[in-house]
């Protein structure tokens, strides 16, 4: 089966930049998406389509896709983003969703 | 406004049978598809169903195929889990989330607060 692999956590200073990096086999020919998870709460949809952002999501999250991996970051981080970030594709070979393993972000 | 709510989580014994259900309100229901997504207790998310716009075309994750089937009402606007022979490893919050399409293959941009699923004798 398909795996997403993510480094399991990221510390930051506030006002720093965080990046969370998503990586599987021939991920540069997959669509990624990113969710937000803060404690006790559902998921929520942060970036769309490797690099866009729903509505009401802040510009300081971003995504990108160079084709090795994709990324989500997260420019001048503040106490409100502490959470955990999932990447998902799908696998249109099995035809399931695939989560990756996920990064709980940290700010110190 | 999007509103999700799911029902009928508890606590079930091992080989019984659970159904659960998501209630929509707020957009043209019939319109899209929707999975179900669960997250055992402290780990990450897992994928679990995804079950088209007119309900024709459903899908399932290894670890469950066989044993869940999902389903959609579009008069009642309701989406159903039906998860038969449970195990331990079921334990889990599970989560229905709206796709963006009515195909299932985009993105999950609406999640309920999910209900909680407990196997144990």
């Known amino acids: ?108 | 406004q999007v509103q999700l709510v799911e029902s009928g989580g508890g606590v079930v014994q091992p080989g019984r049978s659970l159904r659960l259900s998501c209630a929509a309100a707020g957009f043209v229901f019939g319109d899209y598809a929707f999975h179900w997504v669960r997250q055992a207790p402290g780990k990450g998310l897992e994928w679990v169903s995804l079950i088209s716009s007119d309900g024709s075309a459903t899908y399932y994750a290894d670890s469950v195929k066989g044993r869940v089937t999902i389903s959609r009402d579009n008069s009642r606007n309701t989406l159903v889990l039906q998860l038969n022979n449970v195990r331990p490893d079921d334990t889990a919050i599970y989560y229905c989330a709206k796709d963006w399409g009515g195909d299932g293959w985009y993105y999950l941009n609406h999640w309920g607060q999910g209900t909680l699923v407990t196997v144990s004798s």
């Open chain 1, 1 to 108: 089966s398909y795996e997403l692999t993510q480094p399991p956590s990221v510390s930051v200073a506030p006002g720093q930049t965080a990046s969370i990096s998503c990586g599987g086999k021939n991920i540069g020919t997959k669509t990624v998406h990113w969710y937000q998870q803060k404690p006790g709460q559902a998921p929520v949809l942060v970036v769309q389509d490797d690099s866009d952002r729903p509505p009401g999501i802040p510009e300081r999250f971003s995504g990108s896709h160079s084709g090795f991996a994709a990324t989500l970051t997260i420019n001048r981080v503040e106490a409100g983003d502490e959470a955990d970030y999932y990447c998902q594709v799908w696998d249109t070979t099995s035809h399931q969703g695939v989560f990756g393993t996920g990064t709980k972000v940290t700010v110190l």
